[in-house]
């Protein structure tokens, strides 16, 4: 059991007696500090550690309990302990039930680069309850919702104007609301993964926003959520769309409104563009030095643009940093 | 590229030279540390550093050129770096040759443990030149057949008995011979790779002599050949097989006298059994803390026994260090 501090003070209880009622045995709890800073691999070591201890063997089970870091690291670590353990994901926030959790992408930070190090390790099972939203902070909750945001925009039209027109029953968080969405984006992602796993085509996709929304959360050094930085980067993506005449219509106005309409800020005023663009360059999106960016042609249809210039990049960074 | 310090400086140059020919670009060649030290975490960090600073992307090619200790770790590194490079592995040791550049298991070892830490990674390509073999030492070139004994005692009849029969053609180093039984060791191992890739079923009789060969090794901390590590724990297998009257004939006293021939050590008196029988806890293959070993029925045919009791494992450890 993997999980970090904060959910096992809220949640570890009520998952104990559910797991004993089931005959289940945690052979160890581990509880990291929440956040970015635990995504790294004396993280991995840690608990390499830990489950030695514990006398884990090939047919222990790691279950990862909380967010995208815990659904990470956790993964990360199993996916290289003994050259592969089980995992089962439950998790508790937006983002990670609406994007990480499906997939099987693990990863560490390196150096300020945001998954530089990682493996693809599908889970074996994905338990999702979008009741655990209720003790999220609201902060964690509203940039929760940027990467469903973003399914809608690349994929997904119908998504995108339901969460659009319902902005203010998924800000009270209405239960029904949450499920159906939840199921909704899971459906699309497991769609795209499903065709291309190892994010070697179609799934690139999905990195909309990522780009540049990767570099600006490194410079902020786990200041920022990740829904956050992708929400900076959606805006500066939907520039670059609208700069190239790629863009059909009013993509960036009605996705940058409703980004707003979710409290998430769309520029970062003062950011230091220097360390922005050095964490551009360790992007693993980048190939052959020319760096690709996913542009929306029209609400739910998106595309890999392979030769964007450096130049016009720094330009798109500087838009989303004045 | 990466290498260690003896193959670069041996066989460095020509390899540039050839690379050079076919226009391929080296990026970034690591030497590291020649031998079992450096099969570590921090050398997988090391070399993501090497990569960052040579601008390696998802198109990068890690060309691992060296033994079983260089194909291992640089495939781990490889295979979590950006989630995942391509490897070319060119083994250059008899070891690499005959086993562990074919089948895809990378790894590095953890707090004594061999290999604890690793994935399954297979490679895009791998060029094999038994021509490498005439710069290797006496004590590699000797340990490294042990692995095509072990081939031959498990699953080939007539490999092991070419080998018994030919020793001292073996010894000499014959050009011809040692391409003919490359081809055989190779073409063995990739058929059972090929069934099980992920080692859950056939691919575990490959463990052969390694239960208590890694034990064995890691209480050595490196002053053993895995070979060398690897005899001693076939000895101790062949040894349980007799006592439990799983084999049938006289499997052992021919395995050792071919082991013997090939100037290979049988026992280890005076090593440490305490620290023997802490690694044998950590081992990949205990699962549900029953130790499973892989027992020869006759030459030619093995099988894994999954319920071996931990005291008649220490006798068998007692056996090999007396």
Sequence with gaps: ??????????????????????DLKIQRWTSLVPGERSKTLATARALYDAWIQAGADRGSVVLAFGGGVIGDVAGFAASTFLRGLSVVHVPTTVISQVDSAVGGKTGVNFEHAKNLIGTFHSPRLVIMDPDLFSTLSERDFRAGWVEAVKMGITLRRDLFERLERDTERVLVREPALMEDLVATCV???SE???????????RA????????????????RGRLRHGEAVAVGM??????????????????????????ALGLKLALPGA????????????????????RVVLTLQIGSASVWPHISSRLLRTAVRVVTS
Excluded: P
């Design 1 to 22: 059991m993997v999980s970090d501090r904060t959910v096992t003070q809220i949640h570890g209880a009520a998952l104990k007696r559910s797991l004993a009622g089931a």
């Design 187 to 189: 459906q699309a992602k």
């Design 192 to 202: 795209i993964v499903g065709r291309d796993e190892r994010d070697e085509e179609v």
């Design 205 to 220: 996709i999905l990195n909309y926003g990522h780009t540049i929304g990767h570099a600006v959360e490194g410079a902020f």
């Design 235 to 260: 805006n500066a993506a939907a520039w670059l769309g609208e700069e190239l005449g790629v863009s059909i219509g009013d993509v960036r106005e009605r996705q940058n409104r409703c980004l707003g």
């Design 272 to 291: 230091d563009k220097g360390v922005i663009a050095r964490n551009l360059k360790l992007d693993k999106k980048v190939r052959d030095k020319k760096i």
